[in-house]
């Protein structure tokens, strides 16, 4: 039951996270906003998010891990009850602010409780079931508030968030068990992980993953809505549903790395990754969606193996180390959605192949110069 309730809890955080992207034309019309300007209440999210995981992160560790998920998942149902009343874009931006600072108490700290509360030989499978929470969250919030708003109206979507929300931290409440292995309560464990090259390295590949994860589906839709494709909205947003090979590569590689060792595993998703973004190239609808689900699945492959690779390389203040992860995971997501646009005018889609590809290679050197641990993590990192 542990487990479903690891799952549901990340997958709302992740619901609450992506589910009014769907939204924002029927805002923009709405508010009477520009596309930049209804674009914010996703930004200001995400990049809170990142600050709050930073700023909290040595703070993770010196408290229970459930009562921080618990607290942080009660508190998650405000924001979306407050929005289903709101009447103005000021006040929706406010409580998108306001969930950036509640969800690292989540993905965080679910994070390094799964890492301790399960055995170490079986991380790999249970980070993985953490990152397909993310991937199916992400996908499932995209997928069902359309529907909702069409059917009723956008407040009513956060009302039903509100609602699972409330469901969630019952679960929570309910059938998450007390953490028996906590790590030592450290309060100045933040700075200790910045003396681990091999942590930093694994903070620096999950920034280069999410970037380049973000930056390609942030703007494939003006490279397929353009000549020769001409596709619709809606035949655009059928190209999300590619991240569903997430959900199949996250917990595989997961296992996998159990086995054959967690760089490996990252490294074999990154380079799966750039050949989807190579196929792209050849300008066709079908090498699109190979490249796009190639892509999908392994960045969700490396996302899986990097994220228990941390937890294993973290023998310490966990709370803190997936914090600061999850800070530069983030924090290469928000620069992803936002670089390659500067340079999208002169080199457009080849320009972006080009910006992630290199980011990628580059986790690729970073993940060949990492170094170990110590000798008890050689089996499972190496």
């Not at 924002?24 to 995400?46: D, R």
């Not at 200790?192 to 942030?218: C, D, E, M, R, Y």
């Not at 590809?357 to 990192?381: D, P, V």
Request: with cysteine; proline share 4%; charged share 10%.
């Amino acid at each position: 039951m542990r487990l479903l309730v690891l799952f549901l809890a990340t997958a709302n955080a992740f619901i609450l996270l992506y589910a009014p992207q769907p939204l924002l034309p029927i805002w923009k019309n709405e508010f009477q906003l520009s596309i930049s300007a209804v674009s914010h209440t996703i930004s200001i999210t995400i990049i809170t998010l990142a600050i709050t995981s930073f700023m909290l992160a040595s703070k993770f560790d010196l408290y229970n891990r459930k009562k921080i998920i618990l607290l942080a998942s009660i508190a998650l149902i405000i924001p979306s009850a407050m929005i289903a009343v709101s009447d103005s874009f000021t006040t929706i931006l406010f409580w998108r602010f306001a969930y950036g600072l509640f969800i690292p108490g989540v993905t965080a700290v679910m994070m390094a409780y799964a890492s301790e509360e399960f055995p170490a030989k079986h991380r790999g499978k249970i980070m993985g079931i953490y990152v397909s929470a993310n991937v199916g969250g992400g996908l499932l919030g995209r997928v069902i508030s359309g529907p909702i708003a069409d059917l009723f109206s956008w407040k009513a979507v956060f009302g039903c968030m509100a609602a699972l929300s409330a469901v969630v931290a019952f679960l929570v409440w309910i059938y998450l068990p007390n953490p028996k292995n906590q790590t030592k309560k450290n309060n100045d464990s933040a700075l200790i992980h910045f003396k681990n090259p091999t942590l930093v390295g694994t903070f620096a590949i999950g920034f280069a993953q999410f970037f380049a994860f973000i930056s390609f589906f942030t703007y494939i839709p003006f490279y397929v809505s353009g000549a020769p494709f001409h596709l619709t909205v809606t035949e655009v947003s059928l190209l999300y549903l590619t991240y569903a090979f997430g959900l199949l590569s996250a917990p595989i590689s997961g296992y996998i790395s159990d086995k054959i060792g967690r760089r490996w595993t990252m490294a074999n998703g990154h380079i799966i990754a750039v050949i989807g973004i190579l196929l792209t190239l050849f300008g066709t609808l079908p090498t699109i969606i190979i490249g796009a689900s190639l892509l999908a699945f392994g960045n969700f492959a490396s996302q899986s193996a990097t994220t228990a690779f941390v937890t294993d390389i973290a023998t310490t203040s966990r709370g803190a180390a997936t914090s600061l992860y999850l800070f530069f995971f983030y924090l290469g997501g928000s620069l992803g959605s936002w670089i390659p646009g500067i340079i999208w005018d002169e080199f457009a889609w080849n320009g972006v192949v080009l910006s992630t590809t290199g980011t990628i290679c580059i986790a690729l050197m970073i993940n060949a110069s990492l170094t170990k641990k110590s000798s008890s993590q050689q089996n499972i990192s190496a």
